[in-house]
């Protein structure tokens, strides 16, 4: 597990508070498929009344996905987008609920056939979920772990009962809008039979299962929902009464952390998988390890069993899945992969398997009668020692696979790996994991150039530009996807000239705040709902509403909004977001959490959950003060030009200036023939007389008193560079920027 901030902040009494972020993850491709890792995954059996099974995954891009399988393809037949972070695991509980958990900590609870909308987000945990357990009989209980040493077990109706409003914080939050609203809940009696404790001014708190002292990896859990063992990196089984919570026994054994569990249908038998490349087989009566089966070379962390129990299915690290016959101690190598197996789950005729990548793949599995696979022959003996595999493949004795091909490939698409922000701060340059490299424009969602396989640092060095512009974004791929960090103040640091976006709706010279742009584009579709569902609004009194919706009922920050401010709600071309690939936002209200949604789908009624900051800027123009917007320098003649001295003092202009504007500049001195007693500090100038017939041609320079000592070359610049680009690459001093002028002979 990698650990990285959260879209959020956390609160912190000894510093200011920090503003929420907002995050928007781009997206250039199908977004049926998956694009990073899949993690977890669950089969769905068909009913007598519906011929298809349906298979659900969750994926390290952040989302879960249910396919409908048909016998020789799968159809993704919704999108679940509601996590922020991977997504770890998943559990099926009866025909209509999906549990998922994820490393933003929060475990969430939909409806199977929806449409992909969270009905609840449950909030207890401190740190990243990594695992669920569910019971076959009792689809009310679901139980979770993660890395903050945290089980809980949850009752689910009572964790989804109407809620009651309360200014504490619960465990359970309403998500039903696909956002985390705060509520309490007051438990009602279950039909379960499993305590529930309540506390009316918190809300529901579910059962702790206390003991762990450090990271939970794996859990599972009886068929009646009685039992509940759990492993992590304690190396450790350790076994509860799911009802209460309280501790059964500990199991040892394993010499590394154990990554999977499984536990028979009785309740009896209970099978481990660990980092140490063992599977172990316990018997919870006798509370000791009846077997041990030594098959793969490297970490276990995937296990599946038939449904009496007599055989398991593993993969692992080694990127190989093995069927052992746990009586006779028989392996078979089934089939190798090209990446680690992360999760196996069978169905009718085959076995499920999930990887790092982003594709999955079905098995042949005769779990049915998987004695047939063994009568092929190829098998070997299980060892009981640890790594006694990897010491027989070494001696050469590795077993040749018996299938070649999966039966039917789920595909993703490949995840980016890398990326590089380049110097114009409105180009990304990605590598995805299939060496494929492409040029994002951020400000617009989409990618502007596919170079193919190429050198992604060769194509870096090709795509240098010799600007300057604040670093007004920050940039991620840990779902696989570009994310794009927009915080403040630092997102509305960066303008630019409307001619160098080529906005011809604009004055030339009129400045545009990219990051302001920037969210107008990306909210455009968010305020087009807004404005169509306030104008439908019935009349009040007789009263038609306003059609003018710019701050309408949107509360400000401050106390008053400007009277002057100018909101200007047009979306220009360079920050058109696409629809067609419409990407998604993260980000957290004050009040109602972390949240993510693609643009497409907001309501226009989420007003409440935008950090304030956003709506401020976006609707009143009203953006935070900033810093270092303008850069002081000094004009001198050229030393050994004839040009007159047109300045004394400390000049100041905006870091984008031009510099074909200081030459339009030092023309105009020289046009209007100045005298020194008409110059003023900061660089305006009087009207005078024009001597000149002609406007003489200027060229403008930086290091001049560097050019005497011969350690640097003395540079003309290009009429488009800006003084913040001279500043950085030309000059390179901490003190003011010096610029020098001299009039070019013949010209």
């Not at 918190?202 to 794996?218: L, N």
């Not at 406007?695 to 050019?707: D, G, H, Y």
Request: charged share 20%.
């Amino acid at each position: 597990m990698h650990r990285v901030a959260s879209a959020g902040n956390t609160s912190n009494s000894s510093r200011p508070r920090k503003e929420k972020r907002l995050t928007y993850v781009l997206n250039d491709a199908d977004n049926t498929k998956h694009c990073a890792g899949v993690n977890c995954l669950s089969v769905l059996k068909h009913s007598e009344a519906d011929n298809h099974n349906f298979l659900f995954t969750g994926s390290r891009d952040g989302t879960l996905k249910r396919w409908e399988l048909g016998e020789e393809d799968a159809t993704c037949s919704s999108t679940f987008e509601s996590h922020v972070d991977w997504v770890n695991d998943a559990v099926l509980l009866g025909k209509n609920t999906l549990v998922s958990c994820s490393s933003d900590t929060t475990v969430k609870i939909w409806d199977s056939f929806s449409d992909g909308t969270c009905k609840r987000t449950l909030h207890q945990h401190t740190d990243y979920v990594t695992c669920l357990a569910s019971s076959e009989k009792n689809s009310n209980i679901v139980a979770s772990g993660g890395l903050g040493g945290e089980v809980f077990i949850w009752d689910l109706e009572a964790a989804v009962t109407p809620v009651i409003k309360n200014t504490e914080t619960p465990a359970v939050t309403d998500s039903s809008n696909g956002n985390s609203m705060p509520t309490s809940l007051r438990a009602v009696s279950s039909s379960n039979g499993i305590t529930s404790l309540t506390n009316t001014p918190q809300g529901y708190v579910p059962i702790s299962a206390k003991g762990h002292k450090e990271s939970v990896y794996a859990l599972a859990m009886n068929d009646t929902g009685t039992l509940l063992v759990s492993g992590g990196t304690e190396k450790v089984v350790r076994v509860w009464d799911s009802r209460s919570g309280s501790k059964l026994m500990k199991l040892r054994g394993h010499t590394d952390n154990i990554r999977a569990l499984l536990i028979d249908s009785t309740g009896r038998f209970c099978l481990s998988g660990s980092s140490d490349s063992m599977i172990r087989l316990w018997d919870l009566g006798q509370q000791r390890c009846v077997h041990s089966y030594a098959v793969h070379t490297d970490s276990v962390w995937a296990l599946a069993t038939t449904p009496t129990f007599s055989h398991v299915y593993s993969g692992g690290r080694d990127l190989s899945l093995y069927l052992t016959d746990l009586s006779t101690r028989d392996s078979l190598l089934l089939c190798t992969k090209e990446h680690p197996i992360q999760q196996l789950s069978l169905d009718d005729d085959g076995i499920w398997v999930a990887t790092t990548d982003s594709s999955v793949d079905r098995w042949p599995s005769e779990h049915l009668n998987p004695e047939k696979l063994f009568q092929r022959g190829g098998s070997f003996l299980a060892g009981n020692l640890s790594f006694s595999r990897a010491r027989a493949s070494l001696e050469g004795s590795t077993p040749v696979p018996v299938y070649k091909a999966p039966t039917l490939t789920i595909d993703g698409i490949p995840g980016i790996v890398q990326h590089e922000i380049l110097n114009n701060r409105r180009h990304v340059l990605t590598k995805d994991n299939g060496g494929s490299v492409k040029l994002w424009e951020i400000t617009k969602g989409v990618v502007i150039e596919d170079y193919g396989q190429v050198s992604f640092e060769e194509k870096k060095e090709e795509l240098f530009e010799m600007v300057s512009i604040p670093a007004w974004f920050t940039a991620d791929t840990r779902l696989g996807s570009l994310s794009i960090h927009l915080d403040t103040p630092q997102c509305f640091s960066a303008e630019m000239y409307a001619a160098d976006l080529s906005i011809t709706q604009k004055a030339e010279d009129d400045k545009i705040n990219l990051g302001r742009e920037t969210l107008k584009g990306l909210l455009a579709p968010y305020f087009s709902k807004k404005k169509v569902r306030f104008v439908s609004q019935p009349p009040v009194n007789g009263e038609a509403p306003s059609k003018d919706i710019s701050s309408k009922n949107i509360p400000l920050s401050r106390p008053e909004a400007d009277a002057n401010v100018q909101s200007d709600s047009r979306v220009y071309p360079p920050f058109q977001f696409s629809i067609a690939s419409p990407p998604s936002i993260i980000t957290e209200s004050s009040q109602n959490g972390i949240w993510r949604k693609k643009i497409t789908h907001l309501d226009g009624i989420e007003d409440d959950d935008f950090p304030r900051w956003v709506l401020d800027a976006v609707l009143l123009n009203r953006m935070p003060p900033r810093e270092h917007t303008k850069c002081s320098f000094y004009l001198h003649p050229f030393e050994g030009s004839a040009a007159q001295i047109l300045t004394q003092g400390k000049l100041s202009a905006p870091r984008i200036l031009r510099m074909h504007k200081v030459v339009n500049y030092v023309v105009e001195k020289m046009v209007l023939d100045k005298s020194s007693d008409t110059l003023i500090s900061d660089g305006a100038f009087a009207p005078g007389l024009k001597p000149w017939k002609l406007k003489p041609s200027i060229e403008i320079l930086c290091n001049n008193q560097a050019c005497k000592t011969d350690l640097f070359v003395c540079q003309v610049l290009a009429p488009e560079m800006s003084l913040a680009t001279v500043r950085t690459y030309i000059w390179k001093k901490s003190e003011d920027l010096v610029l020098n002028y001299r009039i070019v002979s013949g010209k």
